[in-house]
Every structure is written in structure tokens, then in C-alpha cells.
């Protein structure tokens, strides 16, 4: 899904995630798994992953100057209308994850994004595919993104 990028890019502070810089259409956020995102096997909850990937899509969507708060705002929510996960490898307590968001498709109102999360060592830990669509919060239908959006998008997936 993903190449191999250099781990040595600049890293600033937000909340509890780390932004990394975007690279093509690749947007990488760290994150540091707390004892509440595991089970009794010591392992990150399954359903902590569609978390871990819900906060890097926001954060992808700020990284290119579209805040959900705005989307909202706009009278537009994105929900979850699909999604695969494939678990590979286990995640435990305090463990440094690298969440890597891409933007695979658009089609109408649905986008498509790739995933992957990765350990310290580089190894790869889940891979997922999420698709949102975007709908109009007031009548709960589906419509075609924005021209900021789409445009944005766009450029991002004919990048890669």
C-alpha cells in the first residue's frame, strides 16, 4: 500500500499525536498506546485501531486546511461506510505506532483511504481500508464533496 519513506523527517507537538510532514500523499502521525487501549492480553484493542485511524484522517483533513470542525460547520459530516482491517502483527502498552493515512479514491460522495500502522522497528502491524461519504447533516443524504475538497483531494491522489 505504502513505500518505505525516511523516519527522519521534522516532528511537532500536537495533543497526544505527533504531525509528521506529508509526503506526496502520505500523511504520518505517531502515537504512544495507553494502558486504557488494551486488553487483558496486553495487546492494543481491536476496536483502538478504527480510533487511532479516525484521529489521523482529521489530522490529515487539518494538515491540508480542511478541520472537521469547518466541514461540519459547512453543513457536511463524513461518516464511516466501510471498512477492512487486517491484523498482522499485536500492539502492547506504551509502544510507539506510526499511523500512515493515503488517499486512495474518490468516486461521487464516497472517498476512499489506505492505512497502515507500523512499530518503532518499521515492521508492519495493520493495514486498512476505510470509506467515508460525504452527506448533508440535515438531510442525512449523500452528496458530492466540496469544490475545496474535491480539488484538494484530487491533487493529492493524481500526485501519488
Not at 484521529?55 to 483533513?61: G, L, N, P
Not at 461506510?81 to 505506532?97: E, G, N, R, T
Amino acid at each position: 500500500m505504502f513505500s518505505n519513506v525516511d523516519d527522519k523527517s521534522p516532528i511537532t507537538r500536537f495533543n497526544s499525536y505527533k504531525i509528521m510532514e506529508q509526503i506526496t500523499n502520505i500523511f504520518r502521525t505517531e502515537y504512544r498506546v495507553t494502558y486504557s487501549d488494551t486488553d487483558q492480553m496486553s495487546y492494543m484493542h481491536h476496536s483502538n485501531y478504527l480510533k487511532c485511524y479516525e484521529t489521523a484522517r482529521w489530522e490529515f483533513f487539518r494538515s491540508i486546511g480542511i478541520p472537521y470542525a469547518e466541514i461540519e460547520k459547512n453543513g457536511l459530516i463524513l461518516p464511516v461506510i466501510d471498512a477492512s482491517l487486517k491484523f498482522i502483527k499485536p500492539v502492547y502498552y506504551d509502544q510507539k505506532i506510526l499511523i500512515s493515512v493515503m488517499v486512495k479514491a474518490m468516486s461521487g460522495a464516497r472517498i476512499v483511504f489506505n492505512y497502515q500502522i507500523t512499530n518503532e522497528s518499521g515492521e508492519l502491524i495493520n493495514e486498512a481500508q476505510i470509506s467515508v461519504a460525504c452527506v448533508k447533516k440535515s438531510t442525512g443524504k449523500a452528496c458530492i464533496p466540496p469544490n475545496k475538497i474535491m480539488d484538494s483531494l484530487n491533487m493529492l491522489i493524481n500526485n501519488n
